[in-house]
């Protein structure tokens, strides 16, 4: 059905004017200035909707979630059909998931795994192929996915040894070989002997809690990777991306390299921009549950403050070039207990038939975010942190270009009418009894916003309306990359 948008303040990663735009099918068509577009002039069958005092910005696009995740001996809680409902209310109107075989999977199987869980999901999406060990079958299988199945980006983990973790060796030959096919390379970026360890070195020492997580993992670890990750990118002239950069330090070393002419991006996620480690160290001791920290567990940690505060300084400067979430969904009251200490808050015997203690490395990581991204970057807009062009950048558009999705994060003709209508002023509060993911628990409760997306629209068609989904949702589409 056409859609007409009126009155509308048209926010892009390069500019912000009033002005109306038009879609057909599921293509933008056209773009107005206010007025210029008379509903009489259009087919009768268009819906025409008043957008006054309300921001036009193009689908947000969240370039790193897990849904379909077998984790630390369990399973993410989210679904696609949950987790893409989540996504949508909060504007996201397509995502990247990781693909993440283990050493002994086939990447072509999974990525056929993972395609067809997506596809029952009501967002678009496509994926980044994990790469968990490089030998002469694995290299002609991604032949086959990035040439036959349009796949343009390979992942990486630098930590996770003996599980998703690469060597040396496996790093050199997949990077060399993503220079050779033009696709580009993510990368977890830490550094797996050392952080086993720190690990080692704390369970010895009787240091079990959540609240040694991050003491597991510090900042040093984590820019060591980054340095690691750089040196094999000059070294084969492949294009990289770090994923969920959370400090100062790893951020400053890319820029180095970036310097000397290396190809390589920085990704940050919204819990390092909204939460600090103290976060973490919630016990009793603070008033409390327990094992309240380990709801804060994700990997790299949530750092101290200070560098919080520099992540957004890089935002705004453009030294982190995209926001995404690294959803991981885990329930609080099973799943994170999987690492309790306490051998009397027993979880479900699957997990800990002998209900013995347990440990932090047992946790399993990340913190549901895939609904509120958006609305919780937009509070840097409010505060004058970043601006809007920033945002509808970091959000949306950085995400498309760099990972070829050429339909999508642009407000122009040609482009999917992937759009989002957004009141700045319609404050929501975040709660885990009111959002659409499937987890027991949300690491922002109780935080307020100050807007939310009252419209979404996905290819033209409405997905939200007034905040709210739509009652008859189509399935996503896996989107075309080039």
Known sequence: MPLLIQNARLVTATSDQPGD???????????????????????????????????????????HVHIHLPFMGTFAKDDHPTA?????????????????????EQPLEAYELWRDKAATGVC??????????????????????????????????????????????????VCKLAAELGVIVTAHCENAELVAANQAALLAAGKVGPEWHEPSRPVSVETEGVHHFCTFLEMTGATGYIVHTSCRDAVEIAM???????????????PYLTLDDTYAQRNASTGHDAFEGAKYVMSPPIRGVEHQHYLWHALAAGHVHTLGTDHAPFDFATQKHIGCPDA?????????????PSDFTRIPNGIPSIEHRADLLYQGVADGRITLQQFVAQVSTNAADLFGLHTKGHLAPGYDADLVLYDPD??????????????????FEGVTHPGHATHVFLRGRAVVEDGKLVDELSPGQAAPRG
Not at 84 to 104: F, K, N, Q
Not at 125 to 145: A, K, M, N, P, S
Not at 427 to 443: F, L
């Open 344 to 356: 009397s808050k027993a979880v479900d015997a699957q997990f800990n038939p002998l209900g013995e």
């Open 426 to 443: 319609a404050p929501k509060t975040i709660s885990a009894q009111t959002h659409h993911m499937a987890t027991d628990y949300s690491g």
């Open 124 to 173: 678009d999406y496509g994926f980044h192929i994990g790469v968990t060990r490089f030998d002469d079958d694995v290299e002609q299988q991604l032949r086959t996915l990035v040439a036959d199945h349009g796949q343009r980006s390979f992942k990486v983990f630098l930590a996770y040894k003996g599980a998703f973790g690469v060597t040396d060796d496996e790093l050199y030959n």
């Open 84 to 104: 893409s409902r989540a996504a949508l209310v909060g504007g996201t109107t397509t995502y990247l998931e990781m693909v993440c075989p283990s050493r002994d």
């Open 256 to 270: 180095d390299f970036r310097a000397r002419g290396v190809n390589v991006a920085v990704e940050t996620v919204i």
């Open 21 to 63: 735009l038009y879609a057909e099918g599921d293509k933008i068509t056209t773009l107005a200035a206010p007025g210029k577009l008379d509903p009489a002039d259009l087919p009768k069958s268009t819906t025409v909707i008043d957008a006054a005092g309300k921001l036009l910005m193009p689908g947000f696009i969240d370039p």
